[in-house]
């Protein structure tokens, strides 16, 4: 298991290395950057991330007409002023270089500072990732704690009318995006047309400190309900009928009915020996569910919720063209998912021993 683990590990490093280098590229040929947002802020044409390239005065001089053909924007500018603004932002080096050196940092995680924030990037992520931390963590534990003994069930009354009206439901919240029931939610219980029992944004009431241990903890629950509910209605569906298909499957085979023939009961059949073999296929899926609750799914969510967290700061990062914190967040994001999918075949074998990774080519 630990040669099994080493090259999982190896393998990991010419996969970022793909990742990085892929996005990088692709950064290269994107329109706009972090000069042209400058130059456009100092024009007082665009606030946005996407500088508007368009005519101007000509400023004269071989230099200048450099600068104006690089960046057309820039025209009535001092071409002095671009070359500072290149060099702020490494721009004055070849992207080859640029790529090594930025390899090089984040091998020892070092992220630099933001283009367009006084910080730090691993300060700054370290700042949003308790939000993302408690949004991806509490949804992935109420999916999967309802979702399975849910599947589990549909599949021991397989037909039955619960069965079918609990499909209907499941599949209607799955139908449902997360920020549509979100704005629901608000309405009905956020002091919208209705109720005003939860509190509309944030994870934690002001003056949060200084409340007690137990306010404290009611106080972080009684913020995250909203938003946890809103992230989880979709969620449901596929780890249920993942769990209803695979117990379907499982209690079809010959040994279950060898096991009934010999007189066990259907908790024992169940749960003796099919829970191992179809929890399989479920844990397979807890990488990609995690991955996409933590990193990636909860960017709308934040952004209704006021909740300040990375899936709002990558994509205020896009839109800024901030490459420092666009790189950062990408290398995190890529690593973390890789070492959930290390941890996930461990799962295999702590759930069914009989699997021996070590015996297998990577």
Known sequence: MLAYIARRILLMVPTLFGIMLLTFIIIQFAPGGPVERIIAQLQGTDSSATARFGGGKDI????????????????????????????????????????????????????????????????????????????????????YLISIPLGIRKAMQDGSKFDVWTSAVI??????????????????????????????????????????????????????????????????????????????????????????????????????????????????????????AFLTGSLLIEYTFSLDGLGLLSYEAIVNRDYAVVFASLYIFSLVGLLIGLFSDLMYTWIDPRIDFETREV
């Open 171 to 292: 599949i209607i919240g799955y139908a449902v995006p997360g920020f549509l029931f979100a704005i629901l939610l608000i309405v009905l219980f956020s002091g919208g047309s209705f109720l005003q029992i939860f509190p509309l944004r944030g994870l934690t009431s002001e003056g949060w400190q200084d409340f007690s241990t137990f306010h404290k903890v009611y106080d972080y629950l009684w913020h995250i309900v909203l938003p946890i509910a809103a992230m989880s209605v979709s969620s449901f569906a596929t780890t249920t009928f993942l769990t209803k298909n695979s117990f379907l499957e499982e209690i079809g085979k010959q040994y279950v009915l060898t096991a009934r023939m010999k007189g066990l009961s259907d908790n024992q059949v169940l749960y003796g020996h099919v829970f191992r073999n179809a929890m399989l296929i479920v844990i397979a899926g807890f990488p990609s569910a995690f991955v996409h």
């Open 60 to 143: 004269g001089g071989s230099a200048a007409v450099e600068i104006s053909s690089k960046y057309r924007g820039a025209q009535g500018l001092d071409p002095k002023l671009i070359k500072e603004l290149e060099k702020q932002f490494g721009f004055d080096k070849p992207a080859y270089e640029r790529f090594w050196i930025m390899l090089t940092r984040y091998a020892t995680f070092d992220f630099g500072k933001s283009f367009f924030r006084d910080t730090s990037v691993i300060k700054l992520i370290g700042e949003k990732l308790p939000v993302s931390m408690t949004l991806g963590l509490w949804m992935t534990l109420l999916s």
